[in-house]
């Protein structure tokens, strides 16, 4: 006689394969699923839980493929503020993406790597940590609401061996970020992250990469990267080289061919009108990374806005005090000049550029307006303005570009990255509970599933399912998990597939998905009628 904890009762299941679905129930024991399929006994039972999920689809948690919650996870109420997650179907976070991780936390670094975590996340941390290991351990203590599989960062391991330092780092350097590396590997991280769009990941060279990923190669694990380069850029480079979004696929396929680790190509997205052209030859180079054998795959999320810094804008040169070099009126005048070029060249707007987030409370009025809007407002010039802002608004202000693949319902680039077999899907988003919201928090994997699916028919439900579970899973190594299988972790999704879809816009972006039945993170039902449970502390910390 079966004995479950809770059952789901007939409802379609997927598989997260990408098989076809079977109708039938699962039954979960032990935070497990226990059985699959035609349970014939399922109307027997009392005592025991059920939900019935009749014309409901019946799918593994979403994956959340690339998350900075990494740095909301360690705050005690986190749960209500990562609530629109569970809510949107997401049972395990991947964090600790581009490069800036919240440990390890050397001397060298325990001031500046709180201090670049601040984009990530508003509230004060109570840094309880030095290591990989005691951070994660800190995670499991004080309880987790949704699965956490953590990266390490190249930004964190740099800075705690040369601090802000812009200069390359020398072999002994290099052998103690490896030797970092390595042992955030073994405490239990999966992998390690770049960002080499960020201060202090943009001052590495490949070698560097090279050397601080070589732990992979022994102890397992992926290599995430947000690459050089999502523009097309081509001044100074011969007519048939390939732009600088393009060849930057083979600096993260470079780690992969030195260590034969599988590699993420993080947010596979084209910044401003110009790159979107050159979408169809990066996706052909991507394609022939992996007819050569490269184990490659990409991320990407539904909307054509992503979030990011105030100070994604300035060059290398200005990173290491933006303030000083907006003040001092010779880099001004640079820095400006150099502006209005790159939006010339890279068709970008500052109508695109919203402000999300200020951190000084004097300005909470900017939040939701775009830099043109505010130089309207103030009858300035727009690049002016711009600089103006980074000089008050401060290094941590948060925006979101809507020129990512497109603009508006003008999404040809997007929707080529999220029909291709190998992108995985994320939210990639900054939720801290605070200023204005990137949609993607609420939407992502409802939009996927309702706009992308049921309404264009750009994939298959069966395939998109797979994509943000199996193969999501399959790409980290979370072996346990991703699947509708006897014995695997009970994260499950219930959904109506007829309803399900992003309420979002862009003018009212925190709007609760519809559709979302229930979700249950290792058997416990966390969210129910859509709505979360933000006390539930079900999630765990998924070590290699
Ligand atoms: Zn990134």
Known sequence: MPDYDLVLRNGTIYDGNGSEPIDGSIGIRDGKIAAVGELHDVDDFTGQESIDCHGMAIAPGFIDMHSHSDWVLPQPDHGKTLAPLLEQGITTLVAGNCGCTPAPLTQLNERLV?????????????????????????????????NCAQLVGHGSLRAAVKGIDSSPADEQELAAMSDLARQALDQGAIGISTGLGYAPGIFADQRELIAVTAPLAERGGIYTSHARS?????????????????????????????????????????????????????????ESLIDEGVDIACDAFPYVGGNTTLIVFLPAWAL????????????????????????????????????????????????????ADIAKERGTDPTQTYLDLVAELGSETRIINWNYSGRDDEETSLRKVLLHSHTCFETDTILTGNGFDNPASYGTFPRLLGRYVRELGLLTLPEAIRRMTGYSAERMQLHDRGRIAEGLAADVVVFDPETIGDNTTRSAPNLAPSGIQSVIINGTPVVRGGKADPTLRAGAVLRP
């Open 114 to 146: 709180p201090r670049l975590g601040r984009l990530l996340h508003d509230e004060t941390l109570d840094y309880r940590w030095r290591d990989m290991g005691e951070f994660l351990s800190h995670l499991e203590c004080q309880g987790l609401a949704l």
């Open 230 to 286: 999502y523009v097309a850029l081509t001044t100074g480079r011969d007519d048939s080289a390939d732009p600088s979004n393009v060849s930057a696929l083979d600096e993260t396929a470079a780690v992969f061919r030195a260590h034969g680790v599988k590699v993420q190509h993080s947010h596979l997205i084209f910044v401003g009108d110009t790159t979107w052209p050159t979408t169809d030859r990066a996706l052909e180079h991507f």
């Open 320 to 371: 290491a005090n933006p303030r000083a070099a907006i003040q001092d009126p010779v880099k001004r005048d640079k820095l400006a000049t150099s502006l209005q070029r790159m939006q010339h060249l890279f068709g970008m707007r500052w109508e695109d550029t919203q402000i999300l987030w200020v951190p000084d409370s004097r300005y909470r009025s900017y939040e939701g307006q775009t830099i």
